[in-house]
């Protein structure tokens, strides 16, 4: 009693109503959500795959005798036409062997014209002249011969392109097939692209393809796919795929990183935006709207773009969605106050 007196006074004093403790809580609107329209669009179903910068051509310079250099006839990083002269072995030797068999043609031959004057008068037996051309034909052997030593100890370009860096000084004796600069070819480029063995049968020869350099940005090549590996790797189960692009850079360099794409074929699909999705328990969903009651619908999806994703089942033209305001949708089923936007895909 004494305490229900109290409580009587207090709110005298505070100046608080009484029924203001009986009033019934007020009850809470429904979230405000933003909701989209359903639309088809052309989807392209793309393939994005490692691939590995080659040369077209490219090769490390070796020569194929032993000597001592005596030219260095290029610069390290210099640009070298086909056929031209770079490194000059010494040959003092061959160029003596050279006079010399030389002199010994000059004489062949000399006589070789004398023996023809001589059967055409019948001095002479047909043997000794068919042994006197014999000999006339050993002697341009032999200056041949001394010929393609000589060119041995040249080393010359055996195609156009962009000298490296190189392992050898002048005076230095080299070894037959010791490794001496190397020579590469970048115009055009090739590309070695692993392709999965899933996608495998959608690769064909000429196809057309895109590719980036991760060391390059911004730079993107047009392709063409060359030739293909008719079985798998071993290893990795992928396949090898040959494209090549007449496109060149400076700045790409052999064995650099890219990213082929492949456009594999364009589509008529369901697309939405991306963050309209909802990721529950390994699983997407999308909530749909009709009569302001929003309910999580489980989607298939497909290929994805950039803030754009394709729906192959679930939905159908024509239906609202919700695309911002799902962390306020806390059950599967609940009204909802829907404000429609207009999106652009």
Not at 63 to 75: L, M, S, W, Y
Not at 80 to 98: M, S, T
């Amino acid at each position: 009693m004494k305490m229900r007196v109290w409580v009587m006074l207090w709110l005298c004093f505070t100046g608080i109503p009484s029924w203001t403790f009986a009033q019934t809580p007020t009850k809470k609107p429904p979230p405000t959500v933003e909701v989209q329209t359903v639309t088809r669009a052309k989807v392209m179903n793309s393939l994005t795959a490692i691939a590995t910068v080659r040369a077209s051509e490219s090769v490390v310079l070796k020569p194929e005798v032993a000597g001592r250099v005596t030219a260095i006839k290029f610069q390290e990083g210099q640009t070298v036409k086909q056929g031209q002269l770079l490194i000059q072995l010494d040959d003092d030797l061959l160029n003596a062997e050279l006079e010399t068999a030389q002199a010994s043609l000059d004489l062949a031959q000399a006589e070789y014209r004398r023996y023809q004057a001589l059967i055409k008068e019948q001095q002479i037996s047909a043997l000794d002249y068919e042994r006197k051309k014999a000999e006339l034909s050993q002697a341009k052997a032999a200056v041949s011969l001394v010929q393609a030593k000589l060119r041995q100890k040249q080393i010359r370009a055996p195609f156009t392109g962009l000298l490296g860096i190189r392992s050898v000084a002048m005076g230095d004796v080299v070894q037959a097939n010791q490794s001496l600069v190397r020579l590469s070819a970048l115009s055009p480029l090739k590309l070695d692209i692993k392709v999965p063995e899933t996608q495998a049968k959608s690769i064909y020869v000429g196809q057309s393809l895109t590719v980036s350099i991760d060391a390059v940005t911004g730079l993107t090549l047009n392709a063409q796919v060359q030739a293909i590996e008719p079985a798998l790797d071993s290893t990795t189960r992928a396949l090898i795929v040959r494209a090549l692009t007449r496109q060149g850079d400076n700045r790409v360099k052999e064995g650099m990183t890219a990213r082929a794409s492949f456009v594999l074929n364009q589509r008529d699909d369901i697309v939405i935006p991306e963050q309209a999705l909802v990721a529950q328990r390994g699983k997407f969903v999308v909530y749909t709207v009709k009569n302001n009651i929003a309910t999580a619908v489980p989607v298939v999806v497909g290929s994805r773009q950039v803030g754009k994703v394709a729906i192959q089942s679930g939905l159908q033209e024509g239906d609202a969605i919700v695309v911002s305001g799902q962390n306020k949708l806390s059950k599967p089923e609940m009204p909802i106050n829907a404000v429609m936007v207009q999106g652009a895909l």
